[in-house]
């Protein structure tokens, strides 16, 4: 009986991470526009460049990690093309979005982007694993939410194009949350191995994409200073994060505590770059936190009462 009570302390113990972690995972997403802002209008570097440098100067830290906690391990074919495939949706899924920025505002980008939440649910029940009606009433609350932060320009330009790049954005992520949450041949390979992956990936792809122009030098110690920052905290903390709270908590509650994302970049935006705090952003900003600790304490609820 003791056993019983201990192990139920501990998956609940287990699932509290998993919830902090997805948070965090919004959170040091949300940072971009801290390190990438600079570096794309202050040194005029170029979406390629910025990207390459996010991804390889990440994929050098965990490559570090990997060696150090000793998680390189052998991995079979069949994984290592899964591992692969990760890692082309997980760039891509920032390749179109930055590119949707050249065809839309980046409040609408960031809006169709939230759509992830839906298309993470909606794959979910394509392979019958059917998301709790409080679930779906977190993702819609959400949605509302990240819709009033980002409130779109009436005098800005649409094109067709940025809608559909930021849908696919979001539709990349999605197949990366919903893989790692339910694939079974990767289940044992660790979160700092798979983020390495992921990661390195990411760097070929943007480095084959920078064809013909080539990646930029870093010209100073500040913008070494933010490529560093910016392979950190956006990409290392907010994968190695996301890939556990996604194991522990299921992909579409990890996908709607992303919502802390465009919360972070608003904050920083307003604190640092000196935009304006409107009353769509506080109402959003308490529609979305309502939205997290509803679904937060109705799925603690029902863990418990499965527990006992």
């Known amino acids: ?16 991470y998993g919830y902090l972690c997805g948070i965090l995972s919004g959170v040091a997403y949300g940072t971009n526009p801290l390190f990438g802002l600079p570096l794309l209008r202050d040194y005029q570097m170029s979406v390629d460049t910025v990207l390459f440098y996010r991804y390889a100067s990440a994929a050098v830290c965990m490559f570090i990690l990997c060696l150090f906690r000793q998680k390189f391990r052998r991995v079979s074919g069949k994984q290592l093309w899964l591992l692969l495939l990760l890692g082309v949706f997980f760039a891509m899924s920032s390749l179109l979005l930055f590119t949707s920025y050249h065809y839309i505002p980046s409040g609408i980008a960031t809006t169709i982007i939230y759509t992830e939440p839906v298309l993470v649910a909606l794959i979910m029940v394509a392979l019958k694993k059917y998301p709790s009606w409080q679930k779906w009433i977190a993702i819609a609350m959400s949605f509302v939410g990240v819709v009033l932060l980002c409130h779109p320009d009436a005098s800005a330009e649409y094109h067709w194009q940025g809608f559909i790049l930021a849908f696919l954005s979001a539709l990349s992520y999605a197949f990366y949350l919903v ?9 044992t390979i660790s979160a700092s191995f798979l983020s390495f992956i992921t990661l390195a990936v990411g760097s070929f792809i943007f480095l084959a994409h920078s064809w013909p122009e080539g990646i930029a030098m870093i010209p100073d110690f500040k913008a070494f200073g933010l490529v560093l920052g910016l392979g950190l905290v956006p990409t290392i903390g907010s994968l190695v994060t996301m890939t556990y709270a996604t194991r522990t908590v299921g992909a579409t509650t990890t996908a709607v505590l992303g919502v802390m994302e465009p919360i972070t970049a608003m904050c920083i935006g307003i604190m640092l770059f000196g935009e304006p705090l409107t009353v769509y952003i506080i109402l959003g900003f308490v529609i979305t936190a309502t939205a ?3 679904m937060t304490y109705t799925d603690k609820k029902a863990a418990t009462s499965a527990e006992d």
Do not use: G
Request: proline residues 0%; positive net charge.
């Open 1 to 16: 009986m003791d056993d019983m009570f201990s192990s139920a302390r501990q998956m609940r113990r287990k699932r509290l």
């Open 179 to 187: 893989i790692v949450n339910c694939s079974r041949r990767i289940k």
């Open 292 to 294: 997290i600790i509803f």
